[in-house]
């Protein structure tokens, strides 16, 4: 599903890479998390994958990246919107629209699904994450846990084959956010698709197949684990 070759990326100007040759794949349905200390390159992994660097970053990227089989390095993030979706930590300062429902239609809108697989497609999604009986309410009035079950069910609502989520339950309480890491499983398992998820905390390895840890840009280690 997704392949790393020779992956470097550094900001023009800077020291030294903040990707430093990656190498590694990810087969289609697992769930991996990307851990390392902070400045490591954790976020900036998954901005090369959605096409948020280097376009939006600046910055110079070379080596290869492909998904399902598609060269991506350098795409525009739109021109992944159907094959990657991207979960951030502060879903509020991504959303576009009013209401929840408005913000689920958003991107099917841009895609030019029609009418009918809109609302169907809104329907399923809020009901997987669990926000179906707020459809018409302001995005403004959930809180925190509910908005990123939004930001979920909007990164899923285009059956993207990858999911990207960054560090998506750091404003969030231990509940909430225990919460927010079985959802993440509930979806791995009923929507088919990689996972790529970005920690600080490397305890939570037992939710994934796989723990991918990066060290001043570099992959100190990859191991593999038993999902409980």
Known sequence: MIRFTGVTFGYEHAESSVIRRANFQVSRGEFVLVCGPTGSGKS???????????????????????IDGEEVL???????????????????GSFVADTVGEELAYGLEQ??????EMEKRVAKYAALVGVE????????????????????????????????????TGNLDTQTAAEMFELFR????????????????????????????????????????EME
């Open 44 to 66: 900036t992994l998954l901005k090369l994958l959605n096409g948020l660097a280097p376009n939006f970053t600046g910055g110079v990227l070379s080596g290869s990246i492909t």
């Open 111 to 116: 895609l030019g699904f029609e009418p009918a």
């Open 133 to 168: 009986t707020l459809i018409e309410q302001p995005l403004a009035a959930l809180s925190g846990g509910q908005q990123q079950r939004v930001a979920i069910a909007r990164a899923l609502i285009t059956q993207p084959a990858l999911l990207l989520a960054d560090e998506p």
């Open 74 to 92: 350098g795409k525009k993030p739109q021109e992944l919107a159907e094959l990657v979706g991207y979960v951030n930590q502060q879903p509020e």
């Open 186 to 225: 509930k979806v791995h398992r009923e929507h088919d698709c990689a996972v790529l998820l970005v920690t600080h905390d490397p305890r939570l390895s037992a939710t994934c197949d796989r723990t991918i840890n990066l060290v001043d840009g570099r992959i100190q280690s990859d191991s593999k684990h």
